[in-house]
């Protein structure tokens, strides 16, 4: 398994900015697909955008598409989501999360095995 631990969580206003690190604790964190996941309260975990290995083949949820970039710098071990045009309903606590492949579809929080303890974000309106 991977250690992740996340940052850059905090509070903005609607319309604002945010940048999310997730910085893993192995070497082989090349290998591994990252995903961020997030989770307001009441409601159940849901997926927010992944990246591959290759920095080529990204997914995102509808609600974030044209808002969000996920990144990753394999040299340092460290995936990033841009949050941009943030809205209240963004917020929750996110959690950064790796495994080893992309299921076509949705990804479920089943398909990852190592998981960090989470950042939270609140957009006022």
């Known amino acids: 398994q991977v250690q992740l631990v996340e940052s850059g969580g905090g509070l903005v206003q609607a319309g604002g900015s945010l940048r999310l690190s997730c910085a893993a604790s192995r070497r082989t964190f090349s290998s591994y697909v990252m995903a961020w996941f997030r989770q307001a309260p009441g409601k159940e975990r849901e997926f927010v955008a992944a990246?591959?290995?290759?920095?080529?083949?990204?997914s995102y949820a509808d609600s974030v598409k044209g808002r969000f970039t996920l990144s990753r710098d394999n040299a340092k071990n460290t995936a990033y989501l841009q949050m941009n045009s943030l809205k209240p309903e963004d917020t929750a606590v996110y959690y950064c999360?790796?495994?080893?492949?992309?299921?076509?579809?949705?990804?479920?929080?089943?398909?990852?095995?190592?998981w960090g303890r989470g950042t939270q974000v609140t957009v006022s309106s």
């Open positions: 990246i591959k290995w290759s920095s080529v083949t990204t």
């Open positions: 999360a790796a495994g080893l492949e992309l299921r076509a579809g949705v990804p479920s929080p089943r398909d990852f095995g190592s």
